[in-house]
Structure formats: C-alpha cells, structure tokens
C-alpha cells in the first residue's frame, strides 16, 4: 500500500500554503496575502509519528465564483478531494465565519471522505477561542484551533488526521500480483498500451490530451501470471493557464507510483524525450521504485542503423540520474515487442527486491577503494570500515565511514557504479545512507 493522501482544501487567504510549508518542513507552497497565489497543487510526504502520509496543497475554492483561474482552482481542488484519504479543511479565526466556508463544507460532506476542521491564525488560544467555537455552526465536526505560522496546536491537529488513515486489508498484505504503474504526459499512448496489453477497450482512448481523468487498474493474465496495470491522468507543463484539468493530475501519478511495484514512464517517439518527461520520471525515481522507459509510436518513426542508439543517447542524457532504468522501444498501436514488457517487469521486481549478503558486498567495496583512493579534506582522508543492506525496494545501502563529511557525492556514484557492475540491479536505483562510526 502507498502512503495515505491528505488534501489542505478552503477559501484563498485562510493560510495553506502556510500550514502546507509547516507540515512539510519547507518552503515548497509560495506563501503571499494576495489570494489566487497557489495556483498549482504542490505535494510533500509527511511524516508524524510512526505515520507516512502524502500532503497536497491546493489553490484556494471560490465556490461562486466566474472567474476562470478561480474556476480552474476549484476544479484542482475538487480533484484532490476526490484523490484524499483525509481532508484538512482550513478556516481563518480572524475573518470568522463566512458563507463560503459554509459552502465549502457542504461540498465536503458530499464527498464523504473523512474531513477534519480546523480553524488557522489562533496566535493566542485564550484570545481566540470563543470565536473558535462559532465554526460548529458548519456541521462537520470540532474544530481544532492552530496557528500554522507560530506551529501551535499542530500536534492535536495531526493525530485527529491520522485516525481516519486507512487501515490495510489482510487481503491486500497477500496480494502479491506485481502492480505497473503507467504514467506520463498526456496523449503519448498510456490508455492504448493498456487496451492493447488488455486485449480489451478498458480505458478510454481519444486523441484529446487528458482524456483520462483518474486511475484506473486493470487485471492482466500473461502466461499464467497475473499483473495489475494501473493507468494514470496525464501529465503536462504547468506554464499556461489553458491546459486545465491536466496539470491537476499529477496528484493522481504520484498516489499511483506509490501504489506500484514498477513504473512505466511513456515517453512519445515522435516527439522525444523532454523536460517535462524528466519531471514526471522524478516522481518514480525520488519514490526508489523499478522503472522501465517505453518509447511508443516506434512504428510512426522513419529509422536507419542508428536511430536506437540516437534515441537511447537522448534519454540517457535528459534523465541522466535514472542511468539505470530499462528502455524498451514499442508500438501500442502494432503490439510492436510488448510482450517483452512483461520479462522487465519481473526482471526489475526481482532487482528491486535483491538482497547482498554483507560479506560479498564489503569485498567489492574493499576492491573499490583499492581502486580508487577515496576523497581527503584537509589531511584527513576518507575511511569506509564496512557496508552493509538494511532493507530492498529500493536496495538501500547504509556505509559507515570515519567522517561523512568527506563522503563526497562522486565517490558515492563511484561505489554504486562498482556495485552495479557485479551484481546488476538492472531497472532500479539504489539508496546509500552514509553514517559516522567512532574511531577506538
């Protein structure tokens, strides 16, 4: 199961993006009293407690309201409400009660999704708390005063949230069918690969960009096996205002990449990889799942002895930090080489899930050193005493060293590259946690 969604939703200027910022311990949402600012839902993962959860903030809801960018936040934020597991409704002590809280709330308890009240700006509880119970009056429950700027009451409000997160099905721990992420921009084939692999008009398929609105899984029997394929909205540049309902999408890619085992990023031949198509790839890669680039309409390219290898350069060079994912060149359209798709899928689940007994793989490092002298800052050289694999999917590394400091990133790539070269890890990354050991 991926991590739980949580949507920060209610009227512009009431402080999201500042209890956005808050929660994710950053300053990802731009913050500003004009309100309109949060234009674009922008995510974090979360942590409280023992709890991992995906945070969305969104553009402000004016329920009434003509205005097309407005219009355009509603609908971003009606999507996210959709996507949530929990919903943080957001009001403002100091405005107090408005009617478009009011209508808020009623398209909150059409959802039916668990929403927990809370009432932003109390800098001083014994101040503001008799305004605070004025926002009963909405019907959806108690309502948690905080102070997002000042990070108070923030602890109560938080474990009210986490009660409602999902618990996982016995069902679900045992399903072990592996599940295939589909994501990138719109219009590049996502919903026809599926069809074709399905042998069946399961998704919606039209020419017009974002034509899939949502996630859709879909069972796949291949030689006796079975796969779920999960076919996500596209994805497109946030830069104009016109391309709408699909740059509220990637809400929707990022919930689907952490439901997935492998991620299939679809990348269109006939207009090549971009930087939109790295942004995308990101989404899978900062998550450590396996990852298989399939290049389709491969049919509609005029080719000669190096258009492979052109392409191939290409990609590896726009998503040069994802070196090790698998590129397959197919046709939707044709069923050109899909069913090679479902040998990488294994492949990369199996790679993904690999484990290196401690020994073998503190002899390839002690043979890595010997190579290549690790980095030195001042006199003192770098020193790695051993390393060893503290958990898979991602494989992830922790090395201990006399000072981390001197870690540098390169010699980190260096000792990945050397890993790789005896054992592979074919179509996944690598995580290393670099760790201080006391000298005697």
Not at 85 to 98: A, E, P, S, Y
Not at 165 to 192: C, M, Y
Request: hydrophobic share 40%.
């Amino acid at each position: 199961m991926g991590r739980p969604v949580v949507a920060i939703v209610g009227r512009p200027n009431v402080g999201k993006s500042t209890l956005f910022n808050t929660l994710a311990g950053e300053r990802i949402s731009i913050v500003k009293d004009t309100p309109g600012v949060t234009r674009d839902r922008i995510y974090a993962d979360v942590s409280w407690l023992n709890y991992q959860f995906t945070l969305i903030d969104t553009g402000g809801i004016e329920p009434d309201s003509g205005d097309i960018i407005l219009s355009q936040m509603r609908e971003q934020a009606e999507i996210a409400i959709e996507t949530a597991d929990v919903i943080m409704f957001i009001t403002d002590v100091r405005q107090g009660l408005q009617d478009a809280d009011a209508k808020v709330a009623d398209m909150l308890r059409r959802s039916k999704k668990p929403v927990v009240l809370v009432v932003n700006k109390v800098d001083s509880f014994e101040k503001f708390m008799p305004d605070v119970y004025e926002f009963y009056n909405l019907g959806i429950g108690e309502p948690y005063p905080v102070s997002a700027s000042s990070m108070l009451g923030i602890g109560d409000m938080l474990d009210e949230v986490v009660k409602y997160f999902p618990k996982e099905e016995a069902e679900e721990q045992t399903d072990e069918r592996p599940r295939v992420a589909i994501i990138g921009k719109p219009n590049v084939g996502k919903s026809s690969l599926i069809n074709r692999l399905a042998n069946e008009e399961r998704a919606i398929v039209s020419d017009i960009a974002g034509t899939t609105r949502d996630a859709i899984d879909t069972n796949v029997n291949y030689n006796g096996k079975d796969y779920i394929f999960i076919d996500t909205a596209g994805l497109r540049r946030k830069s104009k205002v016109k391309e709408e309902i699909e740059r509220y999408s990637i809400i929707r890619a990022v919930s689907a990449v952490e439901r997935a085992d492998v991620v299939i990023i679809v990348i269109d031949a006939t207009e090549g990889v971009t930087e939109q198509d790295a942004k995308i790839a990101g989404i899978a890669h900062d998550r450590g799942k396996g990852i298989i680039i399939a290049v389709n309409k491969w049919d509609a390219i005029e080719k000669d002895n190096s258009t492979v290898k052109k392409h191939t350069e290409r990609i590896r060079q726009v998503l040069s930090f994802m070196s090790y994912a698998e590129i397959l060149f197919i046709s939707a359209k044709s069923g050109q080489r899909l069913n090679k798709i479902y040998s990488l899928i294994d492949l990369v689940i199996e790679n993904n899930s690999m484990r290196v007994a401690t020994g073998v793989l503190n002899e390839i490092v002690a043979e890595a050193v010997a190579m290549q002298q690790p980095p030195s800052d001042k006199g003192k050289r770098l020193k790695i005493y051993y390393v060893t694999q503290v958990a898979v999917k991602p494989p992830t590394f922790v090395v201990f060293v006399n000072d981390k400091n001197l870690m540098h990133f390169s010699y980190t790539r260096y000792l990945e590259n050397r890993i790789r070269d005896t054992f592979g890890f074919r179509g996944t990354a690598l995580k290393f946690i670099i760790r201080n050991r006391k000298e005697d």
